[in-house]
Structures are given as C-alpha cells and as structure tokens.
C-alpha cells in the first residue's frame, strides 16, 4: 500500500510535511507503520498549486528516501496546495508514468488501494472513455484509469458524484463479468482551490485516512494523511470508511460516499 499527504491551507513549503517532520512522509518510505508493506520504495511525486492554473509536477522512480532533488524542492518551494505521494506498487510497473500524482490540466490526483481483477476489466473500464480521455492515459495503473473515469463522468462539475458514479461503474462492470468486486480506494484531488479526499472499501478494510491541521499555521490550514506525522492524538483525527471530504475556504466538512451501485454490491 502507498502512503501519502495532501495539503490546504495558509502557504507552507513542502518539506514541513514531506521531509521534515519525525514520521515525515520520506520517513514512511522506509517505516510505515500502517499499512501491509513497511516500505514504500516503487517511486514518488508531488503535485503543487502557485500562481499558474496548472500544478507544478515532479515524479521519479527512485525510492524518495534516496532522491537528493526531492529534498531541495521541498525546502525551496512553498504552496498553498499540494499533494505528495509514496509508492507501493499493486498495479503497473515502475515507471515515472505510473507514479502519483497524475495530473490532467487544473486536477491533479492520487490514490492508496487496490482494484482486483484489473487485468480484466482494464479492457472494458477504458471503453468507457471518450478519445480525448483515453489518450490523456500515459501509465498502466488501475489508479489513472479511475482518475480518468472521473473526468469522464463529470469531475470538473461534479467531483462527489463523478467520483461516485466512476466507482459505481468499476463494481458494475465486475459484476457483469462475474467478478465478485474488490476495491480499495483512498484518494485525494484537486483542482487548484480545493481539496477532495475519499476513504471507501467494497470490504471492511478500506486504506487508512486521517486529517489535522498544521501546528503555527492558520486555523484553516488542513492536512490529510495516510497515517499520522507524529503521536498527538489530539491532532488528528481518523476519517471514517464511506467517507467524501472537502476543504475548501469554508473548512472541513465531511459527508458520505455511496457509489452509485446495488447496495448488495457493498460488503457490509
């Protein structure tokens, strides 16, 4: 599983979340403590928002513990918004394609799960997408053809319900193939103002999801993370599964997420 960290709030430069503090997010490359897989050494990337409508985006295939550049990019650059991700691949091999964040003009995404039975519905999830979609797809991961899937059903106006209905369409289609569904999606995205984030399982082991706000930066300064920076429990706080969240300049809120699917599709 991959670990990551999404930010929004007052400006702060990146390495006050991905490189500096104790259980930093280069620290959980090499010891992470919630998730099946320790060590998250398949690629890295970070996708950040300033004065252009387009993030600024930088991936690599190295472990991020041993990337000097991702180091000094995180001490120099300073955003409002950003997104920084660890890889532990499930799916796709090791290219900087298939390394988070992906980016498709002003959205930028990524995501800590899994999709069974990939190999066969890749074929018929992409069917789905109209030609300007299905040629934005670079990498071979399950996780960019979902993001796609959510630009096709409505992302840019919708991001609840696209993300919904792309969700709902993945567990369709695997029950028309005969597949018994399996997916574990804990993602985040935005489109340079706000934040989305999503803990959802088709089962009862949906990827961990908590959010807090930064210590000596604005109230209204947010963080989702997979798992804790450091052991005030009193700063964070765990993201129920089945959950939608949005920050944005009204705060935090959070509110179901029920894809659009036969509720005897959802293990209870």
């Not at 998250?40 to 993030?55: K, M, S």
């Not at 934005?136 to 106006?157: I, V, Y």
Request: with cysteine; glycine share 6%; aromatic share 10%.
């Amino acid at each position: 599983m991959c670990r990551w960290v999404a930010y929004r709030g007052a400006q702060c430069f990146l390495e006050d979340l991905v490189t500096s503090p104790a259980h930093s997010l280069i620290d959980q490359s090499q010891c992470a403590t919630e998730a099946k897989t320790a060590t998250n050494g398949d690629g890295f990337g970070i996708a950040w928002y300033g004065e252009r409508d387009e993030p600024g985006h930088y991936r690599d295939i190295l472990p991020a513990w041993s990337d000097d550049n991702l180091r000094s990019l995180a001490r120099q650059i300073a955003s409002p918004l950003f997104l920084a991700h660890i890889r532990a691949s499930t799916a796709g091999r090791t290219t900087r394609d298939n390394c988070h964040p992906f980016v498709h003009g002003r959205w930028s995404f990524m995501h800590n799960g899994q999709l069974s039975h990939f190999e066969r519905l890749e074929r018929v999830l992409e069917a789905r997408l109209d030609d300007q979609l299905y040629s934005a797809r670079k990498g071979s991961t399950d996780s960019e053809l979902l993001f796609l899937l959510a630009l096709e059903f409505g992302l840019e106006d919708h991001p609840k319900q696209a993300l919904e209905a792309a969700i709902g369409f993945v567990i369709s289609r695997a029950q028309a193939l005969g597949l018994q569904p399996l997916i574990r999606f804990t993602a985040a995205l935005s489109d340079g103002a706000s934040l989305y984030c999503v803990r959802f399982a088709t089962d009862k082991f949906a990827p961990t999801l908590y959010s807090g706000r930064m210590t000596g930066h604005a109230h209204d300064s947010y963080c989702l993370v997979s798992e804790p920076f450091d052991e005030d429990t009193h700063r964070w706080s765990e993201i129920p599964a089945g959950s939608f969240v949005s920050v944005t300049d009204a705060g935090i809120d959070v509110a179901p997420f029920r894809p659009a699917v036969s509720p005897r599709a959802i293990a209870v």
